[in-house]
């Protein structure tokens, strides 16, 4: 795997490749990757796509009060991760690199960014969307692989993409999970062992709901069952649970299958947020 840490370098390489005739598969990370992340890394090399990850840990994605600090960086494990799934080139900038001074631009999309993530992280999505940005301007992607654990990301980036007409099409990932059910994520490890046993609750009972959906399909009434089921787990806070449109994220009313219904949770155990979502019908 080529290893690139100067954005110059990259670009020139890039370039030589784009007139080889090479399509670049891309994927953008924080690190401490796990095996959610290889599974965007093994869609692009399924593409044949000449795949680039990248991880940086995006300072201004992060508020004053977040975990930018102590964010897991496990930078030498995850080059081995990437080697054994043949990753091609890593990105890996620093942050004097990609922000040699502070950014004036700032990009905004208010009606998808300041509900559910954004009302807890402020500013979050506006640091997604400059990070994102700058990454497919340096790296050119012809196909971009995200995840689907991050909905709204997801939403915001393709909104995003066809807004500014960034000439990238964007691949949505299924979410990989634990033997248990429990989403992998970069801040499982915060875990102890005991919350790590009560973070299951998310992924049950998006399951319980589910089913339930099957002869329930007032959202009002789902939402309720689920708060019930999910306080049991013994999570300190429910930041929320709702069931939107999956393509729109606007609330429903009612979870026909034709309104694509998509339940979001986000919970914490202790200081640890965690966030799941789950389509309600098979899609
Ligand atoms: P992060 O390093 O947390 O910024 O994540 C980088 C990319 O990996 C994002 O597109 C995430 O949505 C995706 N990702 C994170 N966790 C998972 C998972 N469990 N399954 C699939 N994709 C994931």
Redesign the pocket.
């Known amino acids: 795997m080529e290893i690139f840490t100067h954005i110059k370098d990259l670009a020139n390489y890039i370039h030589i490749k784009k007139i080889l005739g090479y399509e670049i598969g891309f994927v ?4 401490a990757l796990h095996q ?2 290889l ?2 890394v093994k869609a692009s090399k399924g593409k044949n796509l000449l795949t680039v990850a990248s991880i940086f840990v995006n300072p201004t994605q992060f508020g004053p009060n977040e975990d930018f600090e102590k964010y897991p960086r496990t930078v030498d494990h995850d080059i081995q991760l990437l080697e054994s799934v043949k990753c091609d080139v890593l990105f890996l900038p620093s942050v004097k690199e990609m922000y040699p001074t502070a950014s004036a631009i700032t990009l905004s999309m208010p009606s998808l960014t300041q509900k559910y993530e954004g009302k807890y992280r402020t500013g979050h999505f506006e640091g997604v969307m400059l990070i994102v940005s700058k990454l497919f301007n340096i790296v050119l992607p012809n196909v971009a692989f ?2 689907q ?2 909905f709204q ?1 997801c939403a915001i980036v393709k909104q995003m993409v066809k807004d500014l007409s960034f000439p990238v099409q964007i691949e949505i ?1 299924p ?2 999970r634990e033997d248990d059910g429990l ?4 801040r499982n490890r915060y875990l102890n062992e005991i919350e790590r046993k009560k973070a299951v609750g998310i992924y049950q009972t998006l399951m319980y709901i589910k089913n339930m959906v099957q002869h329930e399909k007032s959202v009002e009434n789902l939402i309720r069952h689920a708060h019930t089921y999910i306080e049991k787990f013994g999570f300190t806070q429910i930041d929320y649970i709702d069931i939107v449109n999956s393509d729109t994220l606007e609330t429903l009313h009612y979870a026909y299958s034709e309104n694509k219904p998509l339940m979001l949770i986000t919970a914490r155990l202790g200081t640890t947020r965690l966030l799941d979502n789950m389509y309600l019908y098979d899609i």
């Not at 953008?28 to 690190?31: A, I, K, Q």
């Not at 989403?183 to 970069?186: F, I, K, V």
């Open positions: 953008p990370t924080m690190g959610g992340h599974s965007l995200f995840g654990k991050d990301q990932m979410t990989i989403a992998m994520s970069s």
